[in-house]
């Protein structure tokens, strides 16, 4: 999650991007296919060796699925939403790995930030309400990410709505 703040905007306005985390760099990626495919390359050999042949192909089998699934994983991760708040307009932009932009604005008088707890494991979800219509946002946040951008965005709201008296 980043805060973005401009100088051009006024001191009520603000800028979130969030976007999803992935914790192995594409640097690392490279690195644990390569050891990935590695290993299975030597075991493979060891079996065609001791005569078990259709064993290797088993082998680069698994290294395809890997990389299929952390290619799956990155892919999902370019998954990203911005809200932009000023006093006169709040706007959620949900942009899809596609490239799909899904935009939702709200009154910023009447916008209200609900961070709530849906699961009986304490999973909360995080939506955004105003004049009877609500949108959830941040599914790829976690928790304890989702409880400080509620605080942080309901601040931001309050400041908002204060700059106009």
Same mark, same amino acid.
């Given at each position: 999650?980043?805060?973005?703040?401009?100088?051009?905007?006024?001191?009520?306005?603000?800028?979130?991007?969030?976007?999803?985390?992935?914790?192995?760099?594409?640097?690392?990626?490279?690195? /644990?296919?390569?050891?990935?495919?590695?290993?299975?390359?030597?075991?493979?050999?060891?079996?065609?060796? /001791?005569?078990?042949?259709?064993?290797?192909?088993?082998?680069?089998?698994?290294?395809?699925?890997?990389?299929?699934? !952390?290619?799956?994983?990155?892919?999902?991760?370019?998954?990203?939403?911005?809200?932009?708040?000023?006093?006169?307009?709040?706007?959620?932009?949900r942009?899809?790995?596609?490239?799909?932009?899904?935009?939702?604005?709200?009154?910023?008088?009447?916008?209200?930030?609900?961070?709530?707890?849906?699961?009986?494991?304490?999973?909360?979800?995080?939506?955004?309400?105003?004049?009877?219509?609500?949108?959830?946002?941040?599914?790829?946040?976690?928790?304890?990410e989702?409880?400080? !951008?509620?605080?942080?965005?309901?601040?931001a709201?309050?400041?908002?709505?204060?700059?106009?008296?």
């Open positions: 999650m980043i805060d973005n703040w401009s100088e051009k905007q006024p001191s009520t306005a603000a800028q979130f991007l969030l976007h999803p985390h992935r914790s192995l760099p594409p640097s690392g990626f490279v690195i /644990m296919m390569v050891l990935i495919g590695l290993v299975s390359f030597t075991v493979g050999m060891v079996f065609f060796l /001791m005569g078990a042949w259709p064993v290797c192909g088993f082998f680069g089998l698994d290294v395809a699925l890997i990389y299929w699934a !952390f290619k799956l994983n990155y892919r999902s991760g370019r998954l990203y939403e911005t809200v932009e708040l000023s006093p006169e307009l709040l706007k959620l932009t942009v899809h790995p596609s490239g799909k932009r899904e935009e939702f604005d709200f009154n910023p008088y009447w916008a209200r930030v609900r961070c709530t707890v849906d699961q009986p494991d304490g999973r909360t979800s995080l939506r955004l309400a105003a004049q009877g219509r609500e949108v959830l946002f941040g599914q790829f946040l976690t928790d304890d989702r409880r400080n !951008f509620a605080d942080a965005l309901s601040g709201l309050v400041a908002a709505r204060g700059s106009r008296f």
